[in-house]
Structure formats: C-alpha cells, structure tokens
C-alpha cells in the first residue's frame, strides 16, 4: 500500500503530464475508500473529458481546414475540388455541402458566360466578315460609278467631236456652195472652193464611214474577204498615195520593206490591211510636223510585223493604251487641235484582231512613234 | 430536357424514380423524397412524375419535401425543381428535414425561388400543419 504522500506525488506527477499534453495517462485505481480515492478518480475523469475536447477540437480544426482548402481551390479556379461530407450530417456537413453547391452555381455561371463570350466573339467575326464584304461591295460600287461616269464624260466627248467632224465640212459645203453662186466669181476662186468642197466632203464621208465601221464592228457584223495579197506591191501603192501629202508637209516618207521572195504573197483580206496601214499612215502625217515617216514589214515564223514610224509628238506612257479605246485621241488635254473622230485606232484594232494579229505600240513624247501590227501568214 | 429517365408507377398516386419516391396523398399533398443525390435528367423526371399527380389530382396541391436523405442536387437540377414550384396549380411548398444539410438544401432553393410560399420546416408534422392551413404563409 502507497502511502499519502507517495499517493500525492504520484497525482501531481500525472497532472504534470497532463499539462505536457498527454491526456493517455491515467492514475491507478485504489481500493482505499478515502478522500484521495476520490481525488484520483475526479483527476481521471478530467483527464478523459480534456481528451475527448482535444479530439473534438482536432476534428473540427480537420474539418474546416477542408473546407478552406476546397474554397482556395475553388478561388484558384479549380472547380473539380469538393468538400468532403462525412455520414453525421452535422453543421460541418451543411457547411460542406454549402460550399459545394456555391462551387456548382459558380462553376455553371462561369461556363455560361464563357459560352456566350465565345458566341459573342462568333458574331463579332461574322459581323466583321459581313463589314468587310459590304466595305469592298462599296469600294467596287463606287469604282463602278466612277467608270460609269467616266463613260458618260467620254461620250458627251465623243458626241461633241463627232458633232463637230460632221458639222465643219458640212458648214464648209453650204457655206462654199453659196459662194459658187455668186456670178462674179472669178475662175480661180471658183476652183477654190471647189476644192474646198471636194475635201470637206471627203472629210464627212470618212467621218461617216468610221461611224458606220465602228457600229459594224460593234455588232459582229464585219466580214472577212481573203485573197492573194501582195504585201511589196500594198505598201508601195500605200507610199505613192501619200507621198503628195507628206511632200506638202515638208516630211520625209519611205519604206523600210525587208521581206524575203517567199513571204511577199500571203492569203488575208486585202481591204482590212489597207484600212489599218492608211489609219496608221494617216495619224502618222497628221502629228508629225517635221522629220520622216517610215512604213515597214518585215517577215518573222508565223506571221508579217507591219510597222509605221513617225517623228512626230508622241504619246504620253499613261495614254498608250487609252488610244486604241472609242472616243480617245492621245492627248486628251487639247481635243480639238486635231481633226478626227478618235475612232481610226479603235478601228484598226478591231480589224487586225479580226485577222488574228495583235497590235502595240513604242512613242516617247517629243521624240515620235512606232506602231506595230501582225498578220499572221497563210501562205498562197 | 432529358427524358430517357423512367417513371415506375407503383400504385395511382405514387411513382419511383430510381431511389427517390413521389407520393400523392388524400389531401392533394404531393410527398417528394429523394435519397441521395439527384441529377439533371432524375429532376426532370421528377417534374414528369409531378405533373403526372397534379392530373391525377385533378386540380391545385401543394408539396412537402423530405430533405432527410437527399444528397447534393445539381446546379441545373435546382433550377428545373424551383421552376416546377412555379407552377400556377402548386399552392405552397414545404421542405423539411432534422439536420443542418437539410437545411442548407433547402436555403439554396428557397433563395433562388421568387415563390412567397415557400418554407423549411424541422419535422414533417411541423410541414404539413403549415400546408393545411388556410392562409398563404410568407417565408
């Protein structure tokens, strides 16, 4: 048997032990039925009630700490992290299961906006997809409108030139023919204007052969007559001419003809060819001033390079391919320094493209013009 | 809606949807009781199994739900139950149950519902008595 005082040094040895934290101690029981005894057994109790406190703090510590990682994860934007719910319902279950179905509201919100974003970024693009088309639907809308009125300047030109080529030999005819009548006239004056006559009724009929060419043309109504040609004995008819003219213009005309016996015949339509070798001619004299004019031909693998050089004021780069269009002269700043149509070119276009040939041209303003066509050769 | 999800018609006025029950009793009182949780094509089914009583009812009830073992019902599951309690031939709704996740359960519908009568209650006697009474009792 313990004494008293080994008894007390054993409770305090154990309270001691408790303080420490260890609440797995427990004092023996006595069969002393003393004061002590019950001291022991209250000591005992204390001990297993501290310790059923501390496992309870240590659960709800477990607990809620779960719950606070869950809401870091769920804050971090992991949405697959959930509280865990244990089997008590307790108010630590009706947290968990809170702050779980919070997750699940957020999460589906989250997701439903991200859906709409996403529908908003589609018609946002569809919307920039349709802008842009309407945007380029304007820009060729408004080309469009620019070329049209463009066409209709050029027209109002065309009809205002063509007024004009019509209107001054007729003007010139009336005008002379009155002047015939008067019986004083005396016999070189009469010849005068005659001859005045004569030319400004030369000058209409070419205007209205143009006129009804370009219109033939335009209507796929022009027909193509192929015969022997003899291409030597064309440019030299085309030379004798138009030597007067050039002659009176103080401007040097020639041939430059380079072709081999075997090429000089070919099979095409004759007229077609004197048609656009006298436009070319034609222009040639009309704006050259000085210099010489060159009519060449020469024979290449399948077909004959016809060329008309002149010296005369040339065409500017921007205005090249604008000529061989209706209604435009080369230059366009001064439309009525020059007689003609403007449809000559046109003309000679269509024809060398009806015989299978192209056409082009080299002139540097100031210096003069070459003007090239092909035919292509069919032989005899 | 999904609608693969079948209703088990055990007597007139009550149906089973996998483990949950919905009941029809005397007093035009349709008895919800899911056990465990309770996903989207189950709600549906559920409003299926509802409309089905309300015709059979054959006229306006009210609801009591027992949240004793239901588990956690999904975010879209929610949103079909509370516009089911819109319904014009639901009267009042009275949810129930003894332990605090009943209670959040209930707190997460009864917030998202614009419906005045609706209610959680402890017990089940505690739910019906409100039901039975005559006047319309605000949350």
């Given at each position: 048997?313990k004494?008293?005082?080994e008894?007390i040094?054993?409770m305090?040895?154990?309270l001691k032990?408790?303080?420490r934290?260890n609440?797995?101690?427990?004092?023996?029981?006595s069969?002393?039925?003393?004061?002590?005894?019950q001291l022991?057994?209250?000591?005992?109790?204390v001990?297993?009630?501290l310790?059923?406190?501390t496992?309870?703090?240590?659960y709800?510590?477990?607990r809620i700490?779960?719950?606070?990682?869950?809401?870091q994860?769920?804050a971090?934007?992991?949405?697959s992290?959930s509280c865990?719910?244990?089997?008590e319902?307790d108010?630590?279950d009706?947290?968990?299961?809170?702050v779980n179905?919070?997750?699940d509201d957020?999460?589906?919100?989250i997701e439903e906006?991200?859906?709409?974003?996403k529908?908003l970024?589609?018609?946002?693009k569809?919307y920039?997809t349709l802008?842009?088309?309407?945007k380029?639907?304007?820009?060729?809308?408004l080309l469009?409108k620019e070329k049209?009125e463009?066409?209709?300047?050029l027209?109002?030109a065309f009809?205002s030139?063509?007024?004009h080529?019509?209107?001054?030999?007729m003007n010139?005819i009336?005008?002379?023919s009155?002047?015939?009548?008067?019986?004083?006239?005396n016999?070189?004056k009469?010849?005068?204007?005659?001859?005045?006559?004569e030319k400004?009724?030369?000058r209409?009929?070419?205007?209205i052969?143009e006129i009804?060419n370009i219109?033939k043309?335009?209507?796929?109504l022009?027909d193509?007559s192929?015969t022997e040609?003899?291409?030597n004995?064309k440019i030299?008819e085309?030379?004798?001419f138009?030597k007067?003219?050039?002659d009176?213009?103080a401007?040097h005309l020639?041939?430059?003809?380079?072709?081999?016996a075997?090429?000089?015949?070919i099979k095409?339509d004759?007229?077609k060819i004197?048609a656009i070798?006298?436009?070319?001619?034609?222009?040639?004299i009309?704006?050259?001033n000085q210099?010489?004019?060159?009519?060449?031909?020469i024979s290449k693998?399948?077909?004959?390079e016809?060329?008309v050089?002149?010296?005369?004021?040339?065409?500017?780069?921007?205005?090249?391919k604008?000529?061989?269009?209706?209604?435009?002269q080369g230059?366009?700043?001064d439309?009525?320094?020059f007689?003609?149509?403007?449809?000559?070119?046109?003309?000679s276009?269509a024809?060398v493209?009806i015989?299978?040939?192209?056409?082009?041209?080299?002139?540097?303003?100031?210096?003069g013009s070459?003007f090239?066509?092909t035919?292509?050769i069919k032989r005899? | 809606m999904?609608?693969n999800?079948?209703?088990?018609?055990?007597n007139?006025?009550?149906?089973?949807?996998g483990?949950h029950?919905?009941?029809?009793d005397?007093?035009?009182i349709i008895?919800?009781t899911?056990?465990?949780d309770?996903?989207?094509n189950e709600?549906?089914?559920?409003?299926?199994?509802?409309?089905?009583?309300?015709?059979?009812a054959?006229?306006?009830?009210?609801?009591?739900?027992?949240l004793?073992n239901a588990?956690k019902p999904?975010?879209?599951t929610?949103k079909?139950?509370i516009e089911m309690f819109?319904?014009?031939?639901?009267?009042k709704v009275?949810?129930?149950?003894?332990h605090p996740?009943?209670?959040?359960i209930?707190?997460?519908?009864?917030?998202a519902s614009?419906?005045?009568?609706?209610?959680?209650l402890?017990?089940?006697a505690?739910?019906?008595t409100?039901?039975?009474?005559?006047?319309n009792t605000v949350?």
């Open positions: 048997m004494s008293e005082k008894r040094i054993e305090i040895n154990v032990e408790t303080a934290g609440y797995d101690i427990q004092l023996e029981s069969y002393q039925e003393d004061d002590l005894s022991s057994d209250v000591i005992n109790k001990i297993h009630g310790k059923n406190q496992v309870r703090l240590d709800v510590d477990q700490n779960q719950i606070l990682e869950t809401i994860r769920v971090n934007g992991d949405y992290a865990n719910l244990s089997i319902n108010i630590f009706a947290l968990a299961f809170g179905m919070m997750k957020i999460k589906s919100g906006i991200k859906c709409k974003n529908r970024m589609q018609s946002n569809e920039k802008h842009d088309e309407y380029s639907q304007n820009k060729k809308l469009a049209a463009e066409s209709d300047r027209k109002s009809l030139n063509m007024s080529e019509i209107r001054t030999p010139g009336i005008g002379f009155k002047l015939l009548k008067n019986p004083k006239l016999g070189n009469r010849q005068k204007y005659i001859d005045i006559i400004a009724g030369h209409m009929l070419n205007t052969n009804i219109s043309i335009e209507s796929g022009v193509i192929i040609v003899n291409i004995k030299e085309m030379y004798q138009f007067s003219e050039t009176k213009k401007i020639s041939c430059n003809n380079k072709l081999p075997q090429a000089v015949i095409s004759e007229d004197s070798l006298t436009n070319l001619i034609k222009n040639a009309k704006f050259t210099g010489e004019i060159i009519i060449g031909c693998e399948q077909h004959l016809f060329s050089k002149d010296t005369g004021i040339g065409i500017p780069i921007n205005r090249q604008a000529i061989f269009n209706r209604f435009e230059d366009i700043e439309k009525l320094a007689q003609g149509s403007g449809l000559g070119l046109t003309i276009k024809y493209e015989l299978g040939g192209t056409i082009w041209l080299e002139s540097l303003v100031g210096k070459i090239y066509f035919v292509p005899s | 999904e609608t999800t079948k209703l088990y018609p055990v007139i006025g009550e149906i089973r949807i483990e029950k919905l009941q029809l005397a007093d035009k008895h919800i899911p056990v465990g309770v996903d989207a709600g549906a089914a559920i409003v299926r199994g509802v409309f089905n009583l309300i015709h059979t054959g006229g306006n009830v009210s609801i009591i739900g027992n004793n588990g999904s975010s879209k929610r079909i139950g819109h319904d014009s031939r639901i009267n009275a949810l129930f149950g003894l996740v009943a209670r959040i209930a707190s997460f519908i009864i917030g614009i419906k005045k009568d609706i209610r959680f402890k017990t089940e505690e739910a019906l409100w039901l039975k009474k005559d006047s949350t």
